[in-house]
């Protein structure tokens, strides 16, 4: 059972009440997919990845993250932990595990997918163009499942809180909404059930 993460945005009580939640309900593997620090937050950085590694949580650049590298780091070094600047620097943009990809939105087109916009369009091209039976992804704060079946792209509607089995034969990119808005999820990769669950309350889609 893999626990998935994403959209932190530097909130540690948030952080912690998702991986705990998530263990809770069996995740052995936990995966954040991105946007776990902010730079908006900047004095949480080192508590925020801290918890990641203390909990030995993967995971894969967001543009938070990717900003942090390319600017924070750089401009400002000693006000980050070594241990913060080593786990964010060596984030890959994506993560392969099973037969499915792990990503902060898009897996393609280098670090412009770690920005790309999460309209209807982009989730639709981004599914026609993977090769994965299922990708998994962050950077949408809102839950979501988009599916490829017969050559038709559908936005699925589903209930947080209740298992969505994903069929075989169909393409799906899954969002699994923002922690720092309660939001995580559950992905049995050996049922291929997936389940968004809110950390505060039950809520519908």
Not at 79 to 87: C, D, L, P, Q, V
Not at 100 to 112: A, D, E, I, W
Not at 155 to 179: H, I, M, N, P
């Amino acid at each position: 059972m893999l626990g998935i993460l994403a959209d932190a945005h530097g909130n540690v009580s948030k952080l912690r009440s998702g991986i705990e939640a998530l263990r809770n309900r069996g995740a052995e593997t936990l995966i954040h997919l991105g946007d776990m620090a902010d730079t908006l937050r900047l004095e949480t950085v080192d508590e925020c990845i801290g918890t990641l590694i203390r909990s030995d949580v993967a995971g894969v650049m967001g543009n938070h993250e990717y900003s942090l590298v390319m600017h924070h780091f750089k401009r400002y070094p000693s006000r980050f932990s070594e241990a913060a600047k080593t786990y964010v620097s060596a984030l890959p943009q994506r993560l392969e595990r099973f037969d499915m990809c792990f990503t902060h939105f898009s897996p393609f087109g280098g670090v412009n997918g770690l920005f790309a916009s999460t309209d209807d369009y982009s989730y639709e091209a981004t599914l026609l163009n993977s090769t994965w039976p299922i990708l998994v992804n962050g950077h949408s704060h809102d839950p979501r499942i988009y599916r490829l079946s017969d050559g038709v792209v559908e936005d699925v509607r589903f209930s947080v809180g209740k298992s969505f089995v994903l069929e075989q034969g169909s393409r799906y990119v899954l969002t699994c909404g923002a922690l720092e808005d309660s939001f995580c999820a559950l992905l049995d990769t050996d049922a291929r059930v997936f389940e968004v669950i809110s950390i505060d309350t039950l809520t519908f889609l």
